[in-house]
């Protein structure tokens, strides 16, 4: 009986090398139109800010892409003074006494109650003086271990420049016949409603943006297209129900710090007029258009 020798089959041919092939010729041949749609402006070249993706029915187009600020400012509604007043003593509940207290050898038993006399004498009611005493204002006496601080809270209705110099004046004068130091002073402005200020200050920031959209368009030698982007950078802080940040000096919605350790409000500066002020930044995106501002 004879044998069949075994017939092995040919080999299969692979598709993946064909495959990956198309995929790169198609790759370049979207590159390629890309390109041409990008250099053809009038034979000029046409150097792109940024390209925005389209969406599904929205195809990839060339774009100029610009960020305006914008700000405006509003008569402060109130202010908050904050004094820190210190002395050469250890902390007691009597330092911060409203109520005058003889005084003896070593100073212990002085009182700021002299302090807030001087700031009602310049026309504050009683009711907007607040005094704020605790331990944890130690930490402001940085060269004696033998110190306290109080500090004390003024809130101002409708505050103007000559006012709060006057309050500032009153106590540090008061403070020094004392013998204690005024270490520091701040002040924080508010309104009641922030959103009116912040819509004018948005509406500026979107002016600045299209300005330099058209001044950008300009130097490329295109054509401003179709608004299709729109964005505004959020607030370092969140707003209340009124659209105001908590209250800080003469920005309402910039970062800050405060004037120093025990104060909450920024540093006081005797000649800034008492004023918020609102900062956006708003970015627009525009398609780069043909002749008529349409977008080809």
Same mark, same amino acid.
């Given at each position: 009986?004879?044998?069949?020798?075994?017939?092995?089959?040919?080999?299969?041919?692979?598709?993946?090398?064909?495959?990956?092939?198309?995929?790169?010729?198609?790759?370049?041949?979207?590159?390629?139109?890309?390109?041409?749609?990008?250099?053809?402006?009038?034979?000029?070249?046409?150097?792109?800010?940024?390209?925005?993706?389209?969406?599904?029915?929205?195809?990839?187009?060339?774009?100029?892409?610009?960020?305006?600020?914008?700000?405006?400012?509003?008569?402060?509604?109130?202010?908050?003074?904050?004094?820190?007043?210190?002395?050469?003593?250890?902390?007691?509940?009597?330092?911060?006494?409203?109520?005058?207290?003889?005084?003896?050898?070593?100073?212990?038993?002085?009182?700021?109650?002299?302090?807030?006399?001087?700031?009602?004498?310049?026309?504050?009611?009683?009711?907007?003086?607040?005094?704020?005493?605790?331990?944890?204002?130690?930490?402001?006496?940085?060269?004696?271990?033998? &110190?306290?601080?109080?500090?004390?809270?003024?809130?101002?209705?409708?505050?103007?420049?000559?006012?709060?110099?006057?309050?500032?004046?009153?106590?540090?004068?008061?403070?020094?016949?004392?013998?204690?130091?005024?270490?520091?002073?701040?002040?924080?402005?508010?309104?009641?409603? &922030?959103?009116?200020?912040?819509?004018?200050?948005?509406?500026?920031?979107?002016?600045?943006?299209?300005?330099?959209?058209?001044?950008?368009?300009?130097?490329?030698?295109?054509?401003?297209?179709?608004?299709?982007?729109?964005?505004?950078?959020?607030?370092?802080?969140?707003?209340?129900?009124?659209? &105001?940040?908590?209250?800080?000096?003469?920005?309402?919605?910039?970062?800050?710090?405060?004037?120093?350790?025990?104060?909450?409000?920024?540093?006081?500066?005797?000649?800034?007029?008492?004023?918020?002020?609102?900062?956006?930044?708003?970015?627009?995106?525009?398609?780069?258009?043909?002749?008529?501002?349409?977008?080809?």
């Amino acid at each position: 009986m004879r044998s069949i020798p075994d017939v092995q089959a040919p080999p299969r041919l692979s598709l993946r090398p064909f495959l990956a092939g198309a995929v790169v010729v198609a790759l370049a041949i979207g590159g390629l139109a890309l390109l041409s749609e990008a250099f053809a402006s009038g034979g000029q070249t046409v150097y792109l800010a940024n390209i925005e993706p389209g969406g599904k029915n929205v195809p990839t187009q060339p774009s100029i892409v610009v960020t305006g600020s914008g700000g405006a400012t509003a008569p402060a509604e109130r202010a908050t003074v904050q004094l820190l007043i210190v002395r050469a003593a250890p902390f007691s509940e009597e330092f911060a006494s409203e109520t005058a207290a003889p005084a003896t050898a070593n100073g212990s038993d002085v009182t700021i109650a002299p302090v807030i006399d001087a700031i009602q004498s310049v026309g504050v009611e009683e009711g907007a003086i607040r005094v704020v005493s605790s331990p944890s204002l130690i930490s402001v006496c940085t060269s004696s271990a033998k &110190c306290s601080a109080v500090r004390v809270d003024v809130t101002v209705d409708n505050p103007n420049l000559d006012l709060l110099n006057a309050i500032v004046n009153a106590a540090g004068e008061a403070a020094g016949a004392q013998e204690l130091t005024v270490q520091d002073v701040g002040v924080g402005y508010s309104i009641a409603d &922030c959103r009116p200020l912040h819509d004018r200050a948005r509406a500026a920031a979107a002016a600045d943006a299209r300005a330099r959209a058209e001044a950008q368009a300009k130097v490329l030698g295109v054509v401003l297209g179709t608004l299709v982007v729109s964005s505004e950078t959020a607030p370092a802080e969140p707003d209340d129900e009124n659209g &105001c940040a908590p209250a800080r000096g003469t920005n309402a919605d910039a970062w800050w710090t405060p004037g120093s350790v025990g104060l909450t409000v920024p540093s006081f500066d005797p000649q800034a007029p008492p004023v918020v002020a609102a900062d956006l930044q708003v970015t627009l995106a525009f398609a780069i258009g043909n002749d008529a501002g349409a977008v080809p």
